[in-house]
């Protein structure tokens, strides 16, 4: 097999102008065969980061001894498709010419005498090509009569053994020399752009239980114009890898462990039809453990520290849980999209939280997802900004917070407070606290029915 990548200019020629000029051959040649192929025998599609793919396709042609025209057809639109090449056993010799949609009587030229079957604005005809005339096309039924298609470019074609939908496609036009007559087999690839994915993911929190069922989803979008069938589909994030060749996917997938790329390879083979979006079931775990804790955040109003009186709900999820439940620890990544945490309580699911993962998570991935506001624990607050000192940009704040427990269940509470790096704590009673680049942060654990009152003293410049 000849690996010897061929690039093909993609010209946007009509056939037209191709047709005349094969038409000027000396006469003594042979007729040149005529091969249409519509589909792919073999298709590979890897969806990269964004609106971007490479394809690759193997194509069996049938070919008579010497010259071929061949038009493979049901690529995507010219202007989708960048870097063309070819291999295989068989190169294609000369240019390949680009058809658009409204150059299609060339493609009838090269049916003369040749059975086809046409479905459009009249219904259903079949007969044998005689001549186009300008914008008409004529026919001869089984019974010897005369047809005539106007504009047969709005219909879809079917001849012996293959057929298209040529309304709105293109194709493109290669000549192959043949040393004998036979099937042969090659291969093409490009990259093309309209062809995507997003990633969605459900959690769906048990109100009776500690657990949660994770189903990720992914959503393909088809807006090349073009269709394949029994597509061995991969798909991953990260940035585009435009390398390659027919061997490119080989060499792709040394990328595939790095860490902020998700890569699937999905088992059973996909169709995708043009202008298509269809959403698909990735991953499903059940009886995910997660921990729901309460967060009390402060903001800044001046030089004074104002918490709202009801801390939001946080779901904190262990991704290597996810990944490890059910058989899918063979997948090392979530691909980044949306995810939606829903409360279900009987049959009715209710939205209580979403953000957007925006990388990859891996196993040591921990998500945390706001969903709401308690009701049940209440916060007040008396807070002081004093002066420290003779220094009057060293402030010294004082505060006492004073915590409610409204509910039957303990809870773990965090209190956030912002500050900077210019800050030092003095003292912090009835909690755990540490300080961090941006933030005190105090932890306790707050029993059912309690009242609990911390403290805390710190300095900070502004």
């Not at 453990?289 to 709900?313: C, G, M």
């Amino acid at each position: 097999m000849n690996n010897f990548l061929h690039k093909i200019s993609l010209t946007a020629l009509l056939l037209l102008t191709a047709c005349s000029a094969i038409a000027q051959n000396p006469a003594a040649e042979p007729e040149p065969g005529f091969v249409f192929s519509s589909k792919a025998d073999e298709v590979q599609i890897r969806i990269q980061g964004g609106q971007f793919a490479t394809v690759w396709e193997t194509r069996i042609l049938s070919l008579q001894e010497g010259t071929n025209e061949v038009l493979l057809h049901g690529l995507p639109n010219p202007a989708n498709i960048t870097d063309l090449q070819f291999a295989g056993e068989l190169l294609p010799v000369g240019s390949a010419l680009r058809m658009q949609s409204g150059a299609m009587t060339g493609l009838f030229d090269r049916l003369v005498d040749q059975q086809v079957t046409l479905t459009g604005p009249a219904g259903t005809i079949s007969g044998t090509v005689e001549q186009v005339r300008g914008s008409m096309l004529s026919l001869r039924d089984a019974d010897g009569h005369q047809i005539i298609v106007p504009n047969p470019h709005q219909y879809s074609l079917q001849t012996t053994g293959d057929s298209a939908d040529i309304r709105a496609e293109t194709g493109v036009l290669l000549t192959y020399n043949a040393p004998r007559a036979g099937s042969y087999r090659i291969q093409l690839w490009y990259h093309t752009g309209l062809l995507g994915w997003t990633a969605e993911h459900q959690l769906l929190v048990d109100a009776e239980t500690d657990q949660l069922d994770w189903h990720t989803f992914i959503h393909l979008e088809n807006n090349t114009g073009a269709a394949w069938d029994g597509v061995q589909l991969k798909i991953e994030s990260g940035g585009v890898n435009r390398r390659g060749g027919m061997g490119g996917l080989t060499s792709q997938v040394a990328n595939d462990r790095n860490p902020d790329r998700f890569v699937h390879a999905f088992e059973d083979a996909i169709d995708l039809a043009p202008s298509e979006s269809q959403r698909r079931l990735l991953l499903k775990a059940e009886n995910i453990a997660y921990e729901k804790s309460y967060r009390f955040q402060a903001t800044h109003n001046r030089s004074l520290n104002v918490t709202n009186r009801r801390p939001d709900i946080l779901y904190r999820i262990d991704a290597g849980q996810m990944l490890a439940a059910n058989n899918v620890s063979g997948i090392p990544h979530l691909p980044p999209g949306e995810t939606r945490l829903l409360l279900r309580t009987g049959e009715t699911l209710t939205l209580i939280g979403d953000r957007e993962l925006t990388r990859a998570a891996s196993a040591d991935t921990l998500i945390r997802i706001q969903g709401g506001r308690s009701s049940r624990l209440l916060l007040d607050e008396v807070v002081r900004v004093l002066a420290s000192g003779q220094d009057e940009r060293l402030n010294r704040i004082e505060g006492t917070y004073t915590v409610r427990n409204l509910g039957t269940q303990s809870k773990p509470l965090q209190i956030s407070i912002p500050t900077n790096e210019n800050t030092r704590v003095l003292n912090v009673t009835g909690a755990r606290y540490r300080l961090t680049a941006d933030a005190l942060e105090m932890e306790l654990e707050m029993q059912p029915g309690a009242v609990q009152e911390i403290t805390f003293t710190y300095e900070r410049r502004p």
